[in-house]
């Protein structure tokens, strides 16, 4: 048994994608545990990431104080497009926002449930795709912040979505289309302003997730209402685990959950 703050699976990209969780100053792979018995059980506690302690979130993954304060919880994490940074406008903290706004971003097509378009750090693309159940995704645009990113984006959503049917990505209920093709399509529409950004190269990456058995009827686990009693693993997808009775469990969506973490 260990006690374990709940946070999101940290990733690696081979094939298949590669899980991990912490526990403490030992990292986990979560893809042995695949065949085995899973129980968690929910001690009525959650942290927000500034170190407080409650018995529930205010909103999201964040205290009252971090949600209307920190810059982790602005509009603009978000809505790219709402970024300021780049007019050295403080949204929340000026410094913080010009650390993270004012890098290199992708604009991405990829396909998890359909095809979809989305906005992500140079450094963060590959984990990204992971962590929505991507099984292909494509380099769009690449932009020297955010907001410029965020403008792309907001375009393209006049013909592409920017959300994930969850249930459809889990059951591997999936609408392809040729990226490559996709891109040329959407990149004629973009104006001169914005289509410099668009990357000439066009490599489809691949994504192959550690799966025995898609579930046919999702059924989700939400520790405020159940714990995982002793279940059995068949596979991993996005940031689910996926259960042989066809239960899934969304490990982001429960960030900040103390636990009592069992594998048999």
């Not at 603009?76 to 709402?82: A, D, N, Q, V, Y």
């Amino acid at each position: 048994m260990h006690k374990l703050l709940i946070d999101k699976m940290s990733v690696k990209y081979n094939d298949p994608v590669d899980y991990y969780i912490q526990l403490g100053d030992y990292s986990l792979s979560v893809n042995d545990l695949i065949g085995k018995k899973i129980s968690i059980n929910w001690l009525n506690t959650v942290f927000c990431s500034c170190g407080r302690k409650m018995k529930k979130f205010y909103r999201q993954s964040f205290c009252y104080d971090c949600f209307w304060n920190s810059p982790e919880a602005s509009p603009s994490i978000f809505k790219p497009e709402l970024c300021t940074a780049h007019l050295n406008i403080e949204e929340r903290d000026l410094e913080w926002e010009k650390k993270f706004q004012l890098q290199p971003h992708l604009v991405y097509l990829s396909i998890s449930s359909g095809l979809k378009v989305g906005v992500t750090r140079k450094n963060s693309l590959e984990s990204r795709w992971i962590d929505q159940g991507a099984i292909e995704g494509i380099v769009f645009a690449e932009t020297p912040n955010r907001y410029l990113a965020g403008k792309i984006e907001i375009f393209l959503k006049n013909y592409v979505a920017d959300r994930t049917s969850w249930m459809k990505m889990l059951k591997g209920d999936i609408n392809k289309v040729d990226l490559i093709i996709k891109k040329n399509e959407l990149s004629s529409y973009l104006n001169p302003e914005l289509k410099k950004y668009v990357i000439n190269k066009s490599e489809i990456k691949k994504i192959n997730f550690p799966i025995n058995k898609l579930p046919n009827k999702v059924k989700s686990i939400v520790l405020d209402k159940k714990n995982i009693p002793g279940l059995k693993l068949v596979g991993i997808k996005g940031q689910y685990l996926i259960f042989d009775n066809d239960e899934v469990f969304n490990v982001r969506r429960h960030k900040g959950y103390l636990v009592d973490f069992f594998t048999s």
